[in-house]
């Protein structure tokens, strides 16, 4: 279809005056990008700017998104039972009166319209709470439209939630006092980033008994303009800096940080002594709190109990080398929780108890009373973790993760992105490194010991046919590159963001110092991202 014939039929289905006269009004040349494609559903959901257009999110999408998905939801359920739980947080386009609440009520009205009988949760909520209302509720979807709860409802999902973390992941035994222990208990600052975390994470923190954090006052309610930070993900380099300010100004150990719907978590420590800060990647905390996990409740299980722990394929695979020492069985998935939440699923339907899952992403699942990522529960567990390392073992989180490393081996990944505007250059650069089918026997001087391609028909040198065992998909390929030296390159497209993302761990040899693991991978990765990526031929941006 043309472009003035599908914005003339978008403006004569488009229910909202406003996005209609944005159209209207334009000149074609500005709005011709909101037209040329549709929004689909990535890695973590349909994810756009409010605008108008099928490329965009408004009401028009999710008035036809509600419907497709209705009909779906009809296709699987018996006719008479299912039900629907939506939340939603504090984002919004005032000018165009689009926002999240909006959205979150027309899907109400779609799915009604279908007989589906669906839960509105009232008021702002985290977004962990819509897996969970799903599971109580046993309703057939949830979505959640992505910040203070206080209807009696949403009320009564939430006090079951934190009945939930305290009987599943919360100690019961205080810590022990090690007898020359040189720490006190640690002392923590908090911020929501402008999102809807903050009521949240401090009843989780005294769901878990531990004494309140220091939240970060200018950034602890919800602002849809997120006026203190440069972009409101707590990845991003200057989240944390009013937080680690705060932090310092207070004389505080460590710093949490949700996202803004309060699904991820992001950490950082400071040094005692010398003041240094250490900003903690999504990796180390995953292997932190799946080794506190597996300590705290997987270890001393019952004889019998199945344990199992899931990380995304583009985490670290420390998590594996733990689940190898210590017993329990350890699985990867493709990126984003729709599809760890999906195995996890499936695991417990064959009597695993799975302790832990995880993505880089710092998206952490801690047990399983949702199969979701939850910023409010790994807080909480989080900050138990380290109150329980400072007392009983006299370590600050930090050194405990170099003792995990010596323990379990010095894993260092060097992850990153480059922005990419042009699906054809990804389409370019995954040929690239494909070689027509003939695998690269060795990159950049490097030798290569396996490949596996994710991309369609799939491959797998690994395996005996060749096949891999994760689906594979021709609109969102990733290759995997294993070298003889231990490294492991993977390369992929944002599922989220016009971005090109590379994932490389190396696992070091025993007796290899961590720095030297650390420049060795630092020089590999830049011949590396050189000869497959080619950044200045393709106009790739850091
Ligand atoms: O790598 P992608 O596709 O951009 O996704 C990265 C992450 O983006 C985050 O924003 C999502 O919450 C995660 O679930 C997701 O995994």
Known sequence: MSFNDASKEWVSLDPNPLTRKYVEDAAPESIEGMFSKRIAFGTAGLRSKMLPGPANMNDLVIIQTAQGLAEYIL?????????????????????????????????????????????????????PLVPFAVKEQKASCGIMVTVTADSALTKSYLDKYFSSIESDLVLTTPPTPHPSSPLTVPTFVYTAM?????????????????????????????????????????????????AMRLAEAENK??????????????VAERDRTTGAWTVFKGDQ???????????SFGRNAPAGTKCAMLASAVSSKMLKAVAEKEGFLFEETLTGFKWIGSRNLE??????????????????????????????????VFAQMA????????????????????????????????????????AKIIDGIRNGGEYFKEVAGY????????????????????????????????????????????????????????????????????????????????????????????????
């Not at 905390?285 to 300590?295: S, Y």
Request: proline content about 8%; hydrophobic content about 35%; aromatic content about 10%.
């Open 387 to 426: 109150t329980h390392l400072y007392v009983s073992s006299g370590t600050s989180v930090s050194q405990h993760l170099q003792h995990l490393y010596s323990t379990y081996g010095e894993f260092v990944s060097n992850n990153g992105y480059f922005f990419c505007y042009d699906p054809a250059i990804v």
């Open 285 to 295: 905390i995953g292997v932190l709190l799946g080794h506190w996990m597996w300590e």
């Open 447 to 542: 030798e290569v010991e396996g490949i596996r391609d994710l991309g369609e028909p799939g491959y797998d040198s690994s395996k005996p046919d060749n096949k891999p065992t994760l689906p594979t998909s021709a609109s969102s390929p990733m290759i995997t590159i294993s070298f003889t030296n231990g490294c492991v390159a993977q390369f992929r497209a944002s599922g989220t963001e016009p971005k090109f993302k590379y994932y490389v761990e190396m696992a070091g040899k025993p007796g290899v110092p961590r720095k030297q693991v650390e420049e060795e991978l630092n020089v590999m990765v830049d011949k590396l991202l050189e000869t497959l990526l080619s950044p200045s031929e393709n106009g790739l941006t850091r």
């Open 347 to 380: 695991l417990q339907s064959e009597g695993y108890k799975v302790l832990f899952s995880y993505e880089e992403a710092i998206g952490f699942c801690c047990g399983d009373m949702i199969v979701d990522k939850d910023g409010v529960s790994a807080a909480g």
């Open 253 to 266: 150990d460590i710093v949490l940080a949700n996202d803004p719907d309060a699904d991820r978590l992001a």
């Open 194 to 242: 402008h999102g809807i975390g903050h009521p949240f994470t401090s009843r989780s923190f005294s769901t878990f008994s531990l004494p309140p954090f220091l939240p970060v006052g200018i950034q602890c309610d919800p602002d849809a303009t997120f006026p203190t930070v440069s972009f409101p993900n707590p990845e991003e380099k200057g989240a944390l800096d009013e």
């Open 75 to 127: 296709s699987m359920s018996p006719p008479s039972s299912p039900t629907a739980v939506v939340g939603y947080d504090h984002r919004e386009n005032p000018t165009l009166n689009l926002s999240s609440e909006g959205f979150a009520k027309l899907t109400k009205a779609v799915f009604d319209s279908y007989g589906i009988s669906t839960t509105l949760l009232d008021g702002f909520v985290p977004t």
